[in-house]
């Protein structure tokens, strides 16, 4: 797959940027009908541009008028480098300054400036000119960027403004392709005898004709139909491209600009983030604690209020880490760049770097939140999984570790390998997937089921153990199942626990009754004794012993009774017995009937159609007809 890169316009209205794009590409992009009469960009507008050495280029035309720059905004957000325009004839203006403002928080740090319409002055003014436009960029990242002197009408400088693009392209670094698809939408159309088509540039990822994905943060889901770059029919298109794609299953008025076409579950729609926060030195106020804003990410604009966690007012030119609470979901993710302008008067105020997306309400003041979130900034990369873990109150697997660190998933493995190693984590390999368990959070589920497991133990004595599924539905009903049983597995190879079946002891354990307990047993046995093969009900074998329940249980998982029907209850020698009876009788006459069983038994049909079917469950005896015969005996 080539290698693309997006160039982005900039600067203020009337500059005469649509002209310069259209004198690069030979693209008009501006095409509503509003825009032609009224000769300034109100939406964006897209066109191929082929560089010189052979880089794929597209360029995203923005709007210049203070009206429109939260439409500006949604181009910019994935431009790799800026074609900032200044006329010539006007100099620098209050957008040219927005629009470099929003760059820069955007960081976007690649770009050429052209000085337009230098037709219309001298060489004079154009020197002039140009020092305002270096004095601009002084401070900023553009500051050794080429200024290029050019003119859409009379074609003067078009070649070494080419030359210079391609120049600066060349130094861009491409989005990964790899991870999971992202793309913010910034147009929606239907094509008769096609549906709905999306476009946008692609964050991150790939997509592939046939693709299943989700539009966050509404949730639906569509496929992939066909799939267009730069109205080239593609099968694939990769990170950094601009990506229009007829999706099926969706209906145009289902999606609109700011949504995001995604891998299915791949990004969260979140109401909170976590951010580092600058307020430019031109913020007209400082911003007060809960202010009300407009807050842009990629081509989304949503309305939230910002909280100062170590203050009550950022002053301008200061950073502070906050959280912005928006008053509708958008998706992000971490290290995302964001953008916020005042509610009123519209100005863009500042914006930042995304470094939590989602999570709690963070009190105000707190020290440990602040080192918390700077860490989540700051730290290394080892450091930043580390304190994930750390903070995790369940299992994470890569792709969460991802999502929270905005790491690589091979880096994310890489540093989850080395913290095994340091004893820091326990790994547990699924099937291709990765899930990290805290060695922290490890000891505290193991003390927890030894905590169940000794209660258990001390409440009922005589009872095989705890039955592990009803343990993992009480306590650990968030763990996946295969992770439940490696936990486990691990527990009882290192002597925790001892798995008995399908129940869990603790070492050492063995169910035994009291001297009294055990005294009832004995004289349970011996008046069953009495009558082996008619033994009394239900109620005066509890009767016998003492009402307890659970020594009914112990009698039975131990074997001293056998449940043979809903109501009845043997010894298991009378049982052994019986079958040694009734065996003898089989092997000679080859079958036999209930009341054969009855008589060789010397009891009631009552006690005797009830071992019989015993039998037949035990695969001891088969029924055929009325009569019954040894199992593997043939006909």
Known sequence: MDSFIIIGTAGHVDHGKTWLVKALTGVDTDRLKEEKERGISIELGFAPLRLPGGIHAGVVDVPGHERFVKNMLAGAGGIDMVLFVVAADEGVMPQTREHLDILELLRVQKGVVALTKVDLVDEEWLLLVEEDVRELLKPTHFRHAPIVPVSSVTGAGLKELLDALA?????????????EARLPIDRVFTITGFGTVLTGTLFSGTLHTGDALEIMPSGLRGRVRSLQVHGQKVEEAGAGQRVAVNLTGVEVGQVKRGDVLVTPGAFPAVRRVAAALHLLERAPHPLKNYQRIRFHLGTKEALGRVRLLDRDELRPGDDAVVQIELEE??????????VIRQYSPVTTI?????????????KRFRPEVLRQLELKLTGSPSARVAGELRAATAHLSLADLSGRTGLGEAEVREILHELQREGDALLFEFGGETLAVPFALYEEWLGKVKEVLSAYHSRYPLRSGFPKEELRSRHFKFLPARLYQALLDRWAAAG??????????????????TPEQAALIDRLRAELSACPFSPPGPEEILRLLENDGELLQYCLQTGVLV???????????????AWNILEAHLREHQEM???TARDLLGTSRRYCLPLLEHF??????????DKRMLYFQKN
Do not use: W
């Open 167 to 179: 120049g600066v392209a060349a130094e861009v670094n491409p989005k990964p392709r790899t991870g």
């Open 616 to 625: 037949d469950r035990l695969k001891k005896t088969r029924r055929i007809g």
């Open 563 to 577: 449940k043979a029907g809903e109501e009845l209850y043997f010894l298991r020698d009378a049982v052994e017995q």
């Open 350 to 362: 500042g914006g930042g770097e995304i470094i939590e997306c989602g999570g709690k309400r963070y």
């Open 496 to 513: 925790e626990v001892v798995v008995n079946g399908q129940n869990l002891v603790m070492p050492g354990f063995n169910p035994s009754p």
């Open 593 to 595: 009937t209930v009341a």
């Open 329 to 338: 979901a958008v998706v992000a993710a971490v290290h995302d760049r964001y």
